[in-house]
């Protein structure tokens, strides 16, 4: 854990001189939410709506900066140097970390500025923040993986987006379930199975990821 969080460590101040990632997501997601809220106007929208809008928009936030977390060791050369210094294990919970920390941290804004905007009351906030955070760790473990994946592929920005979709897929459909009822209703059984889910998911994921993490790094 110690090689991990000093991984860690040296991606968040290389993120803070760069700024690279951090900027891309908070960009999309303000310049998305900007968007759709001046082409609806006055109109509005059903809480439904609303849910999936929500988990769209942050699909494709942490898409946008997810891929940045390889991209910069094969850009600056340091990819063979971080394969000597740090074992493949290490290197996977410090990327992961990072860029659940980043995902967290633009949520942390994105979430309640959406609430601001479109003006509405989440019935059940401890389930919805429960679902996000759940989310969170399931974008961000799917993110890393297929970030390692891409990281010497030629055309990394497409790629990125069509191998991660159907991998995130079942975060996002679990995610617009729950938020869904969580903007309407107050009751916590209605989340046991989807809350259930989503925490399997993530579990599965996290754990696939870091067992094929080894091979994957070190092709």
């Not at 977390?69 to 050369?77: A, D, G």
Request: charged share 10%.
């Amino acid at each position: 854990m110690h090689n991990s969080f000093t991984i860690f460590l040296k991606d968040i101040r290389q993120e803070l001189r760069s700024k690279a990632a951090l900027n891309s997501i908070l960009l999309f997601a303000i310049v998305t939410l900007t968007a759709i809220s001046f082409s609806i106007g006055s109109f509005a929208l059903n809480t439904d709506i609303l849910a999936a809008m929500l988990w769209i928009i942050i699909l494709f936030s942490a898409l946008s900066g997810f891929s940045h977390v390889f991209l910069k060791e094969e850009e600056s050369r340091t990819a063979d140097t971080l394969k000597l210094i740090a074992s493949p294990n290490d290197i996977f919970w410090g990327k992961l970390l990072f860029n659940l920390v980043l995902l967290l941290l633009v949520l942390f804004i994105i979430v309640p500025l959406f609430i601001a905007v479109f003006n509405f009351d989440v019935k059940n906030p401890g389930m919805f923040i429960i679902t996000i955070a759940l989310g969170a760790i399931g974008l961000s473990a799917g993110g890393t993986i297929v970030a390692a994946i891409i990281a010497k592929a030629s055309s990394r920005g497409a790629l990125f987006s069509v191998l991660a979709f159907p991998i995130l897929l079942p975060v996002i459909i679990l995610g617009i379930t729950i938020t869904r009822i969580a903007f309407k209703k107050t009751e916590i059984v209605l989340f046991i199975p989807e809350i259930q889910a989503l925490a399997a998911y993530c579990v599965i994921v996290v754990t696939a990821a870091a067992l094929l993490f080894e091979y994957i790094w070190n092709d």
